[in-house]
């Protein structure tokens, strides 16, 4: 059965939908739909050229280094009930250092666990409810860390209702009461195949003493061409 059809029979029952059903449509091996995409991570006049390729049951995401002028690439390896980031390092794939998840990509405000987006792979969410996200309706998803490093103790995350898209994320740290670290708002979304993925995504840094933003990057998408970009991977 199709994950729409999943959800609109949840719906009909008054239930609110299953977390993974409402996430499947929002992770990157659904919305790539066998499409690779590249563009640009871009703060002030900061231009970082970025690709995400779907080679098979990965996702290898890359980025031009300011520093050494070379890609840098990591990946994610899609297991039927869990997931993997792993990175090379001295010629052999090695599993991703939790204490490098938090670290800021070329200085902007993402992060490399923002770029691979994994809290969209933590397990046990619990849809809480539905609301709207620049007037859009969305489901609401609440996510708990499992515990594999990373800067989120608690991240929320929006779905639109119907494209099954992306369009809002808000990761916490672990205080009581939580604090808000990051916000991902999609501003433009795009179709690839018979999908919807991300267009463009504003990414706000917060201070969370004072819940005031302390900085500002995008992550910009272009749309892909006949047959896939091609890139260094």
């Not at 703060?43 to 995401?61: S, T």
């Not at 969209?120 to 849809?127: E, F, I, K």
């Not at 409810?129 to 860390?145: A, F, I, M, P, Y």
């Not at 740290?173 to 433009?188: D, T």
């Amino acid at each position: 059965m199709m994950i729409s059809a999943v959800l609109m029979g949840q719906v009909a029952m008054g239930q609110n939908p299953a977390a993974d059903d409402v996430l499947a449509t929002a992770r990157y091996v659904a919305t790539l739909q066998h499409q690779n995409l590249t563009g640009n991570i871009r703060k002030g006049n900061q231009k970082i050229p970025v690709g995400l390729y779907l080679m098979g049951e990965k996702i290898q995401f890359t980025f031009l280094s300011s520093k050494s002028g070379k890609w840098e690439p990591f990946e994610m390896r899609l297991k039927e009930d869990h997931y993997d980031l792993l990175e090379k390092k001295d010629g052999k794939t090695v599993q991703f250092p939790d204490s490098k998840l938090g670290q800021a990509i070329e200085g902007t405000d993402l992060s490399y666990e923002d770029l691979a987006m994994h809290f969209l792979y933590w397990p046990n969410g619990t849809v809480v409810g539905s609301e709207k996200v620049k007037g859009q309706d969305c489901w609401k998803v609440r996510l708990r860390n499992p515990g594999k490093g990373g800067r989120y103790t608690l991240v929320y995350v929006w779905v639109h209702k119907k494209a099954g898209a992306l369009m809002q994320v808000v990761g916490y740290n672990g205080e009581s009461p939580a604090k808000a670290l990051k916000q991902f708002l999609v501003n433009e979304i795009m179709k690839v195949g018979d999908a919807y993925t991300l267009r463009e995504m504003r990414v706000s840094s917060f201070d969370p003493q004072t819940n005031t933003t302390v900085g500002l990057t995008y992550v910009e998408f272009d749309k892909p061409k006949a047959g896939g970009p091609q890139g260094v991977r």
